[in-house]
């Protein structure tokens, strides 16, 4: 699993929430998942976050999901789930310590889902990526077929966006994510039809190409990063891109 930043572990304070108790009422990995890297997302999918019990609690009063004799949990027993994770669309990964079950809460869909895990022994690192492709086979149907990566939300990340202008003399954005990989191998490609991210290890980020958009780009990049950081903001500019003020 490629790690984008430097992981950012749970300072003591935190790191010792989690009892052996604790530990078995949680997905397996998943804690010393938290302990090792912290919160971050995860293959730009889901958000690994901290235990919050308070999150769901409101959600048991809005009638957003349908219960019948087939629901995993009743409406009221939302209110004790713990939420363990977001996606970036919005559905909640949760626990019900009551019922022992992990549940998957999705916003656009009227029914919540009881996760029954089938995960192989792991590395203690890959124990938890393993749970989490899992789930996203078994809520999606499909498997992710690109890279393994998680972004640890370092909270010292700095970002600036760009445009490409069209115009008969500048290249597709496609075109230039193609060159920028060429002048720049990165120690990490992800790519699809809407975007491309190039990762690297001396920015502690990488540069997105917004194919959806198809004049955006973004370079996302650790504070301390500032000297690589500025050699890819110059080749940007020298390659057409115009600031975003």
Avoid: K
């Avoid at 087939?70 to 209110?79: C, F, L, V």
């Avoid at 916003?107 to 919540?112: G, L, M, P, T, V």
């Avoid at 699809?192 to 973004?218: D, H, K, P």
């Amino acid at each position: 699993m490629y790690i984008v930043s430097g992981p950012r572990p749970l300072p003591n304070g935190r790191n010792h929430m989690f009892g052996r108790e604790d530990e078995e009422g949680y997905p397996p990995g998943y804690v010393r998942f938290m302990q090792r890297f912290g919160e971050g997302t995860y293959r730009g999918w889901m958000n690994v976050q901290l235990p919050d019990r308070e999150v769901l609690q409101p959600f048991a009063e809005y009638g957003l999901w349908e219960h019948d004799d087939d629901s995993p949990i009743t409406e009221p027993q939302i209110a004790e789930c713990i939420a363990i994770g977001t996606t970036v669309d919005g559905d909640f990964l949760a626990v019900h310590p009551q019922t022992a079950q992990l549940l998957w809460l999705p916003r656009h869909a009227e029914h919540i889902q009881a996760i029954l895990l089938q995960v192989q022994e792991q590395n203690d690192e890959g124990l938890y990526a393993a749970v989490l492709d899992e789930i996203y086979r078994q809520v999606y149907g499909s498997s992710q077929e690109l890279a393994v990566y998680y972004e640890p939300w370092t909270g010292t990340r700095s970002h600036l966006f760009l445009r490409l202008p069209p115009g008969e003399d500048r290249p597709s954005l496609p075109e230039l994510a193609g060159r920028c990989q060429a002048s720049f191998p990165p120690d990490l490609s992800v790519e699809n039809e809407y975007t491309c991210s190039l990762f690297y290890r001396e920015l502690g980020g990488y540069v997105r190409f917004n194919y959806a958009y198809l004049q955006e780009v973004a370079v996302f990049y650790e504070q301390d990063a500032g000297q690589a950081f500025a050699v890819i903001e110059a080749w940007l500019l020298s390659n057409g891109c115009e600031r975003i003020a």
